[in-house]
């Protein structure tokens, strides 16, 4: 005879054990996570435009001249591919959730949403005098996203509270030390706009290139 009560097979989380089914299951926030990044990496083909057909304007010059285009689709789409990497192996050791969990879940995603917009701000204003704004609100939200990142893994992480319990403490304490010098990166980054807008994205791209690589192997016993 099936049990009408499964329940009763729930461990206490304080053990390191699931509390119950639903708090184990953490495949509904991964799927819809991965449908956010999914869309704002698309949008951002948006700010791709075909040129205008002018008189004595070849075509050839009138794509180069939309370089800084480019540049922001590119640097971007790179960067939030990244990020669902990040987001992609955070979950890989998260085993449960909980409300707290899908509220910074959720405004990790808001960011991340808004991503498109500072893009489009670049590509607009990069070959202009408003470039160091335009710029500085492009860093501005990676140096968001960044801490929204670290919130979300230091809830789940700490005291293994949500985290599947096989996995190494060094593992997780790994992703901790990467991520924690993030925001205060991001942040430089921001500041420098204000003197330097190449310098500033560059630093971006090399922040981003870094959180690409994989994950140091911890030694084994």
Not at 179 to 203: D, N, T
Request: charged share 15%; aromatic share 12%.
């Amino acid at each position: 005879m099936r049990d009408s009560h499964p329940d009763r097979f729930a461990q206490d989380p304080g053990r390191g054990a699931p509390a119950d089914v639903g708090e184990k299951d953490t495949g509904r926030v991964e799927a819809f996570s991965d449908g956010v990044f999914a869309i704002a990496i698309t949008l951002l083909v948006l700010e791709l435009h075909v040129p205008q057909r002018a008189a004595g304007v070849p075509l050839a010059a009138a794509l180069a001249g939309q370089w800084p285009s480019y540049l922001a689709f590119l640097t971007s789409f790179a960067t939030i591919g990244i990020m669902w990497i990040n987001h992609h192996r955070m979950f890989s050791l998260i085993q449960r959730s909980d409300h707290t969990l899908l509220v910074l879940n959720g405004l990790l995603l808001l960011a991340v949403t808004a991503v498109p917009f500072p893009t489009g701000l670049v590509a607009a204003y990069l070959p202009y005098r408003d470039a160091r704004i335009a710029v500085m609100v492009y860093c501005g939200t990676f140096t968001a996203i960044a801490v929204f990142f670290n919130v979300l893994w230091r809830y789940a992480s700490s005291g293994h509270r949500l985290l599947d319990p096989r996995i190494d403490g060094r593992a997780a304490s790994a992703i901790t030390r990467a991520y924690a010098f993030g925001p205060a990166l991001y942040f430089a980054s921001f500041c420098l706009a204000a003197l330097s807008v190449a310098a500033a994205l560059a630093l971006t791209v090399a922040l981003a290139t870094f959180f690409a690589l994989p994950p140091p192997r911890e030694p084994t016993a």
